[in-house]
């Protein structure tokens, strides 16, 4: 068996653990999570989306996702409501606060991008997103 410095799940999991120590201080500024935050940043990017949509758009199971949206609805960062079409689904588009708080970090989140770009080197990360993105498809599934 490999060692465990070898385990691509654990490569994965510290390569995860490095960048996002880069991003979560200026979310915890605004009382955000990682989890928080992308559900944010799906829903500025696409306007709203029901919750199964956001789901699987943000790799969040199901009850994380009630949770995260119960918490970012009473701070009244998104708007939740039955959908006109199936009552059973639940329609979530951002706030117009929402999207002044999305707007106010979205800029010190991308200075983060410009730095870890420049460390890394931009054609590096490149090749990183193109690879993860090929392991996915031949591994995985999309979205999860």
Known sequence: MRTFQRSLP???MRAREAVMHEFIPELRKHDLSPQQWR???ALEERSSMDAT???????L???SLSRILKNL???GLVIRAPSAEDQR???VEISDRGRSMFKLIAPLQ??????LTERFGYGKLELLYELLEELVEKVG???V
């Not at 949509?53 to 790799?59: L, P, V």
């Not at 991308?110 to 730095?115: A, F, K, N, P, T």
């Open 73 to 75: 609805e009473a701070r």
């Open 53 to 59: 949509t956001i789901s699987k758009h943000c790799a």
């Open 110 to 115: 991308e200075l983060r991008y410009e730095s």
């Open 89 to 91: 689904r639940t329609h």
């Open 10 to 12: 654990m490569a994965l």
């Open 61 to 63: 199971l199901m009850p």
């Open 141 to 143: 599934k999309e979205g």
């Open 39 to 41: 559900v944010l940043r």
